[in-house]
């Protein structure tokens, strides 16, 4: 099970850390990834992390101003999200999936296990 919490509003410029609690399997082992759905858009992958810590991969529109990270002795993955736009509003979600997936990793189809979801919204 898959936890996510610290969306909120937030202005435009602003900063937010997301976090992802794995509640059950070692996240060490899996690929986990965060994902982002605008309102009336399609879930799309922003950033991934293997379990280790040791590979990360980020969509374009995430790179210079996302970040993500892991702490294994607390079996979370965070993503720090800088310099928000008014387009970054939406659900957040974490998901994970076993292995590292490399190339696959920000596909939604790939993984099996999600979170609820944490709302961001950014609005002055």
């Known amino acids: 099970q898959l936890v996510e919490s610290g969306g909120d509003l937030v202005q435009p410029g602003g900063s937010l850390k997301l976090t992802c609690t794995g509640h059950?399997?070692?996240?060490?082992?899996?690929?986990i990834a965060w994902f982002h759905q605008a309102p009336g858009k399609e879930r799309e992958g922003i950033a991934c992390?293997?379990?280790?810590?040791?590979?990360?991969d980020y969509a374009e529109s995430m790179k210079g101003r996302g970040t993500i990270s892991t702490d294994s002795a607390l079996n979370t993955v965070y993503l720090h999200l800088n310099n928000l736009k008014s387009d970054d509003s939406g659900i957040y979600y974490c998901?994970?999936?076993?292995?590292?997936?490399?190339?696959?990793?920000?596909?939604?189809?790939?993984?099996?296990?999600w979170g609820q979801g944490t709302q961001v919204t950014v609005s002055s």
């Open positions: 059950g399997p070692i996240l060490h082992s899996f690929t």
């Open positions: 992390i293997s379990g280790s810590g040791a590979n990360a």
């Open positions: 998901a994970a999936a076993p292995g590292w997936l490399r190339h696959m990793c920000l596909v939604p189809a790939v993984f099996s296990e």
